[in-house]
């Protein structure tokens, strides 16, 4: 049984940093694709780093401040976030893949329960 369990998030200062990860099990990271998105109220889920076979990518409105990377290690994945803005503000989510495009929810097959990130003006 795949499962998702992300963590890290909480209140956050604009202008602060936060890290997230998300801890992997029943699946072996090191050959799926692993992202992150992120849902705030009313919006639609949205695409914001993947880290893929052929490469890392981020959504347009965090690059240059967040980094995803992977954690070997501990089966987990990493997303650094920096000079965060109140736009930031929203769940959290990471997922794995098989196959397709990263920015795209419907290539992940499996999901965490969320991670609240909210950030204060």
């Known amino acids: 049984q795949v499962q998702l369990v992300e963590s890290g998030g909480g209140l956050v200062q604009a202008g602060g940093s936060l890290r997230l990860s998300c801890a992997v099990s029943?699946?072996?990271?090191?050959?799926?694709?692993m992202g992150w998105f992120r849902q705030a109220p009313g919006k639609e889920r949205e695409f914001v780093a993947a880290?893929?076979?052929?490469?890392?990518f981020y959504g347009t409105s965090v690059k240059a401040r967040f980094t995803a990377s992977r954690d070997m290690a501990k089966n987990a994945v990493i997303l650094q976030m920096n000079s965060l803005k109140p736009e930031d503000t929203a769940v959290y989510y990471c997922?794995?893949?098989?196959?397709?495009?990263?920015?795209?929810?419907?290539?992940?097959?499996?999901w965490g329960q969320g991670t609240q990130v909210t950030v204060s003006s």
């Open positions: 880290t893929w076979w052929s490469g890392t």
């Open positions: 997922g794995t893949s098989l196959r397709g495009s990263p920015s795209s929810a419907s290539s992940y097959d499996y």
């Open positions: 029943g699946r072996s990271i090191n050959t799926y694709g």
